[in-house]
């Protein structure tokens, strides 16, 4: 089992910079895929955002935030960043973390194994 808790959402102007963080709890913290995803208030989709292998070692972001946002993982202290630059009131939404034991992260966000409750990220103009 495992648990996860994103923080660092908040409101800010366009143009600047906010930084995510998703605390995994469980020792095998290392042995899973991780991602991001986020819902805009009136959408049903949950969009995929980014992804990070276990290792670290690839990744993978939807058109909308390439070259903008950069996620990062931290296997000793069990969290993954999502450093969001250049923001945009577009960006506005709820962001979830998730995880995928032995395997990418899935596009579709419940076929994950495990995701967390959000955080609102809202980006005024």
């Known amino acids: 089992q495992v648990q996860l808790v994103e923080s660092g959402g908040g409101l800010v102007q366009a143009g600047v910079s906010l930084r995510l963080s998703c605390a995994a709890s469980?020792?095998?913290?290392?042995?899973?895929?991780m991602g991001w995803f986020r819902q805009a208030r009136g959408k049903e989709e949950t969009e995929f955002v980014a992804?990070?292998?276990?290792?670290?070692?690839?990744?993978r972001y939807a058109d909308s935030v390439k070259g903008r946002f950069t996620i990062s993982r931290d296997n000793a202290k069990n969290t993954v960043y999502l450093q969001m630059n250049s923001l945009k009131p577009e960006d506005t939404a709820v962001y979830y973390c998730?995880?995928?034991?032995?395997?990418?992260?899935?596009?579709?966000?419940?076929?994950?194994?495990?995701w967390g409750q959000g955080t609102q990220v809202t980006v005024s103009s």
């Open positions: 998730a995880a995928r034991r032995n395997g990418l992260i899935l596009p579709k966000f419940r076929l994950n194994n495990y």
């Open positions: 469980g020792r095998t913290f290392s042995s899973y895929a």
């Open positions: 992804a990070i292998s276990w290792t670290g070692g690839s990744t």
